[in-house]
């Protein structure tokens, strides 16, 4: 029963981590939709084509839409004019914005459109080459735009938006997919889940290098899902993902680059929205369009969310009887001391996939001891049992 106790505590203040917040903005001023896309830069949100149901031919559209962020105001612009699209792309480059691919009806396309704010203007760039792309989604590294895995191939299109030349980089190693979530940070790429091209949903992640040019795989993410989406928020990625059923999906992610491991974050408070567009604006998320799954059905949804990621720390209480205090020291290392006498305390440190990673028995009296049980920087939960009694903190560790 104690281990049983242990590990529900654990999962429990380990899932609060940091948690982010969800807040619901003005709606589009469009009709619902889903297998849209979506992207920003420091001020504003571009949004549009899509899908407006399953059923029935002719219903891809292009109208647009442009987001303010500072007065939460929609306009809505010129239309895409590339054509109707489902399955569309969308990526900004500094505070370049730019529309991509996507299908006008079970095809793939090439064109790539940059939309001007300044002159409410659409402006042609080169094709990607290859095939073509649908239900697509690359990741932008500096000046350039990564785009793959092509169907049949696996190869992987760089776009250099300073010379608006396309070029090719290592293949992706895993497996052949579309309806994948990419987004960048720190420097590197990174690209997984989706649905196979035969078949198959999957929850596999890839990171890659623009220096060495190579892809390693990370921790898989779970449950698997087809119909997510990622953004990166400042140097943190975060995915909002839909799998685990019609009503459990919608969960929102967050990677830790430094313990190579996802972070359960907010989940989202309202019904389920999948098939949506996560995208960022200076530095907050949002999430557009999609489809919203009720206790009635499913309906396209023209909702827009808000998220803020959570606010950093470095050791918190979720359940104290002893009034512990746990002190970040300079070397890594964490004190921790407390305000009443523990008769026989055991302590030990948990990493975030509830592996036990030290666990020490004190002497009685008032607690006084020293931690160097943190083997890299990252989140850990530290339990202090005494008896029937235990508490319980999570530290965020630096070493």
């Given amino acids: 029963m ?21 807040l619901q903005l003005d709606s589009v001023p469009g009709p619902g939709r889903f297998w849209a896309a979506a992207t920003g830069n420091s001020t504003h949100g ?15 559209v292009n109208d647009m839409y442009q987001y303010e962020a500072a007065t939460g105001v929609w306009t809505q612009i010129p239309d895409y004019p590339g054509g109707v699209r489902e399955g569309i792309t969308a990526f900004t480059i500094g505070e370049r914005i730019f529309f991509a691919f996507g299908s006008p009806f079970i095809q793939f396309t090439k064109t790539v459109y940059e939309y001007l704010p300044e002159l409410g203007e659409w402006e ?19 000046d350039t735009y990564y785009i793959g895995p092509e169907n049949g191939t696996n190869n992987v299109y760089a776009f250099n938006a300073t010379t608006e030349t396309w070029g090719q980089v290592a293949s ?17 790429g990174y690209l997984g889940m989706g649905m196979g091209v035969f078949g198959g949903v999957f929850g596999d992640w890839w990171q890659y290098d623009p220096v060495s040019d190579e ?26 993902n839909t799998g685990g059923g019609s009503f459990g999906g919608k969960q929102l992610f967050s990677y830790n680059e430094s313990t190579n491991t996802w972070m359960p974050d907010a989940l989202l408070p309202a019904d389920r929205i999948a098939n949506g567009s996560v995208f960022t604006i200076g530095e907050k998320g949002y999430l557009v369009f999609g489809e919203q799954t009720t206790n009635v059905g499913n309906f396209p949804s023209n909702q827009l ?16 009887p002893f009034g512990i205090d746990v002190q970040l020291l300079p070397n890594g290392e964490a004190r921790l001391t407390s305000k009443t006498m523990l008769s026989n305390p055991e302590i030990s440190v948990y990493g975030i996939n509830g592996t036990l990673i030290s666990n020490k028995k004190v002497g009685s009296g008032y607690l006084n001891c020293t931690l160097d049980a943190f083997p890299a920087s990252g989140l850990y939960l530290v339990v202090v049992q005494d008896g029937a009694f235990m508490s319980t903190h999570r530290v965020v560790s630096t070493k």
């Avoid at 899908?51 to 029935?56: D, P, T």
């Avoid at 979530?181 to 590197?188: D, R, V």
Wanted: glycine share 12%; charged share 15%; net charge negative.
């Fill in 2 to 22: 104690r281990l049983i106790f242990t590990f529900g505590v654990l999962l429990t203040a380990l899932m609060g981590y940091g948690q982010a917040t969800w």
């Fill in 46 to 60: 571009f949004a549009g084509c899509g899908r407006l149901q399953f059923s029935g031919l002719n219903n891809q």
């Fill in 124 to 142: 042609q760039k080169p094709d990607v080459p290859g095939i073509g792309f649908a239900f697509s989604h690359g990741f932008v590294i500096d």
């Fill in 172 to 188: 992706f190693p895993g497996a052949d997919r579309r309806a994948q979530c990419s987004f960048a940070a720190n420097g590197k």
């Fill in 215 to 240: 892809w390693t795989e990370i921790v898989s993410i779970f449950p698997n899902a087809d119909q997510a989406s990622a953004t990166a928020v400042g140097e943190t990625g975060f995915v909002y």
């Fill in 305 to 320: 969310w808000e998220f803020t990621p959570g606010t950093d720390f470095v050791s918190e209480s979720t359940n104290d």
